[in-house]
C-alpha cells in the first residue's frame, strides 16, 4: 500500500461537489490500459468499501449509495484516474483510497479524507 497518491480531498458542505485524482505513474502504460482501476472508501469503524470500479470493455460499477452522483473515469494518455463526487451528503464522509489492480500487481494508494458536513 501506499504506491499511489490520491489528492483532491477536503471539507466541504452537503450538496457541494469534490474530484479525486490519481495518477498512475509507476505503472507502465501497456499494463495500465488492461488495469481494473477502483475507487474504495473507508469511514471510521467500518471496512473499506468500493465505491466504483471501471475497466477498458468492461461496465463501469458503482455502488448503490453513490449512483447518479459519482463519476469514475480514466485517462489512458496521461495514465490518470479520477472520481468526481456530486450532491456530497455527510456519510460520504469516509478516507478514499485509489485502487489498480494490473492482474500482475495490485496497488493501493495512502487515502485522501473526504469530510462532508450538514
Known amino acids: 500500500q501506499g504506491q499511489l497518491m490520491e489528492s483532491g480531498g477536503g471539507l466541504v458542505q452537503a450538496g457541494g461537489s469534490l474530484r479525486l485524482s490519481c495518477p498512475v505513474s509507476?505503472?507502465?502504460?501497456?499494463?495500465?490500459?488492461?488495469?481494473?482501476l477502483a475507487w474504495y472508501r473507508q469511514a471510521p469503524g467500518k471496512q473499506r468499501d468500493l465505491v466504483a470500479s471501471?475497466?477498458?470493455?468492461?461496465?463501469?460499477n458503482y455502488a448503490d449509495s453513490v449512483k447518479g452522483r459519482f463519476t469514475i473515469s480514466r485517462d489512458n494518455a496521461r495514465k490518470m484516474v479520477y472520481l468526481q463526487m456530486d450532491k456530497l451528503q455527510p456519510e460520504d464522509t469516509a478516507v478514499y483510497f485509489c485502487?489498480?489492480?494490473?492482474?500482475?500487481?495490485?496497488?493501493w494508494g495512502r487515502g485522501t479524507q473526504v469530510t462532508v458536513s450538514s
Open positions: 471501471t475497466r477498458a470493455g468492461s461496465s463501469t
Open positions: 509507476r505503472i507502465i502504460t501497456s499494463e495500465f490500459w488492461g488495469s481494473t
Open positions: 485502487n489498480v489492480d494490473t492482474g500482475r500487481t495490485d496497488n
